[in-house]
């Protein structure tokens, strides 16, 4: 990270924060027990070995989890004014949007981990198809990066937290619920419609197949609200 | 190390925050920037340290302007803000530590110029400490030592004694005139032996606007005209501002009359007089002559509260 070296310290601090704190070890312990909730009992009342019921469930889950995660980042900061103290070190504001998105998602992706312990036991039950399960998880983490940014984005719009996790949570279900709505919408609006919808790509990309189309709209859709983000630490400015 | 700030102008809305305003700061200066509150002092500090853009003017720190230089111009500062906002979940020495980091200090210099801030600052007790849990004097001290950790040439405190009780304040102002030595420092308080104790040269702002710069000392002279005489009298009079008032603003030299307090028929006066004039004997043959039992009157030379209160209110 040449020519941007205070994302990692940044990032650490960050990363510190949510571990020195009960926040993330909550998080996490929520995320895993509705999972394995689910799981659980899929695998062990119906009798089905399957990742398939994780990787419905989590995009359900980040709808919450990720604007929970999100929502202090820079929101805390404005209202303590720890945020005029990083701005007026030489530090970039983009380096501040990127060190904090960075921070949020590696927790995200560390939440998610222990639910490779699931593919573990199913592996061990039976033949299973890594393939699509590592797209998945692939996916997931975009998709979930996706949100982070929004969830930074929407940090970035407000000093208060509460309005930071309604912001963000109404963003993503949005983004969520629009390819839900089809059918009540005319056939030319439909397509893109469905193109807007973070699931509809996740379940491409969820099938196993990893299609540049799928990619692209999801780092475009990250591009974009961490630029915003990155505007919305500017306005101060104007 | 020189500020040079070049008719800076900033508006929230329709009010004007701070308006034309120009100074120069030279090297190993201490200036106190002096106002009352809102006057502008925290506006202009917050466009020295590039946290937030002038609507119209220039900031050059050491020949670099801060709109085209705002990287290095921040490098070469150290800012405390208002209010001394810190992580309060991070212990001291994480804090500094993220602080040097963030000024990029190189990672083998970090751990010994933590230990210098410590000791410089009297933080050896409360290192391992989470700032949250620390009190308001040695959160200051924190404040001070991130702003100092990467020996910052230029040094902006807002209000870096506020809130500290009188030991500490002592103990700050030491520490701020021993760093300022070396460094250009810009301070703001509304207290005004805060000035007198650690400044060479004084600022005073109202309204957006500078009403005066110059040393203490200077600003004492230059508005040593404002002598006042004070004048307690009893007297049987229906009103005083009828009766008494007009007929001592008749005295020569006697600039201007004001009622300071009354009780039953007890009157207090502050007689400013023009440079140089005494009036004492002229102001005792008049209320001789009028009747009026004198209790208490004396003369006073100007102090910088004065100075202060002259150029801040009208």
Request: glycine share 8%; aromatic share 10%; net charge negative.
């Amino acid at each position: 990270m040449m020519g941007y070296p205070n994302i990692l310290p940044i990032f650490r601090r960050e990363l510190r924060y949510y571990f020195n704190s009960p926040v993330a070890y909550v998080v996490i312990i929520v995320f895993l027990a509705i999972i394995g909730w689910f799981f659980t009992s899929n695998l062990f009342l119906m009798n089905v070995a399957s990742m398939r019921i994780v990787f419905d469930l989590v995009p359900l889950i980040f709808l919450f989890f990720v604007p929970a995660i999100t929502m202090r980042l820079l929101a805390e900061e404005k209202k303590s004014g720890t945020l005029e103290l990083l701005t007026t070190k030489p530090v970039r504001d983009v380096e501040i949007v990127l060190g904090k998105f960075l921070a949020a998602w590696a927790l995200l992706a560390a939440a998610l981990a222990p639910t490779l312990l699931y593919l573990v036991t199913i592996a061990s039950l039976g033949s299973i198809d890594f393939g699509p399960v590592f797209a998945a998880y692939f996916g997931l983490l975009l998709m979930g990066g996706v949100y982070v940014g929004i969830g930074v984005l929407s940090s970035g719009l407000t000093e208060n937290q509460i309005i930071a996790f309604i912001i963000s949570f109404l963003i993503v279900l949005a983004l969520f619920m629009i390819d839900k709505v089809l059918m009540y919408v005319p056939e030319g609006l439909a397509t893109t419609m469905e193109f807007l919808g973070t699931d509809h790509h996740f379940s491409n990309i969820s099938r196993g197949v990893i299609d540049s189309r799928d990619v692209i709209y999801f780092a475009s859709l990250l591009g974009f609200s961490l630029f915003l983000a990155t505007v919305s630490l500017e306005r101060r400015k104007w | 190390m020189s500020i040079a700030v070049r008719n800076l102008t900033k508006k929230y809305g329709e009010q004007k925050a701070i308006d034309d305003i120009s100074f120069d700061v030279k090297t190993g200066e201490i200036l106190g920037f002096l106002g009352p509150n809102g006057a502008g002092k925290t506006t202009t500090m917050k466009i020295i340290t590039c946290y937030m853009p002038p609507a119209s003017g220039t900031v050059e720190v050491d020949g670099l302007n801060i709109f085209d230089h705002s990287l290095d111009v921040r490098k070469k500062i150290g800012y405390l803000p208002e209010l001394n906002p810190l992580y309060l979940d991070m212990n001291v020495l994480d804090y500094l530590e993220y602080s040097a980091q963030l000024h990029g200090l190189k990672r083998e210099a970090i751990p010994h110029r933590i230990k210098e801030m410590v000791s410089t600052c009297g933080l050896e007790e409360v290192r391992q400490k989470d700032i949250g849990e620390l009190s308001k004097g040695y959160r200051q001290r924190v404040g001070l030592a991130q702003a100092m950790i990467h020996e910052p040439d230029v040094l902006i405190l807002d209000e870096p004694t506020s809130g500290l009780d009188p030991n500490q304040i002592v103990e700050i102002r030491n520490l701020i005139k021993q760093l300022g030595r070396a460094k250009t420092v810009v301070l703001s308080t509304h207290i005004l032996s805060e000035v007198q104790a650690t400044c060479d040269r004084v600022l005073i702002i109202n309204e957006g606007k500078i009403v005066a710069d110059g040393t203490p000392e200077q600003l004492k002279q230059n508005f040593q005209g404002a002598e006042t005489v004070t004048l307690e009298l009893k007297a049987s009079v229906g009103n005083p501002l009828e009766h008494i008032s007009p007929k001592l603003r008749a005295i020569a030299h006697v600039s201007n009359v004001e009622l300071l307090s009354e009780s039953d028929s007890t009157y207090r006066f502050a007689l400013h007089i023009e440079k140089g004039a005494d009036i004492r004997e002229p102001a005792f043959r008049l209320a001789v002559a009028e009747g009026w039992i004198l209790l208490e009157m004396y003369r006073k030379g100007t102090s910088l509260e004065e100075v202060f209160h002259r150029l801040t209110t009208s």
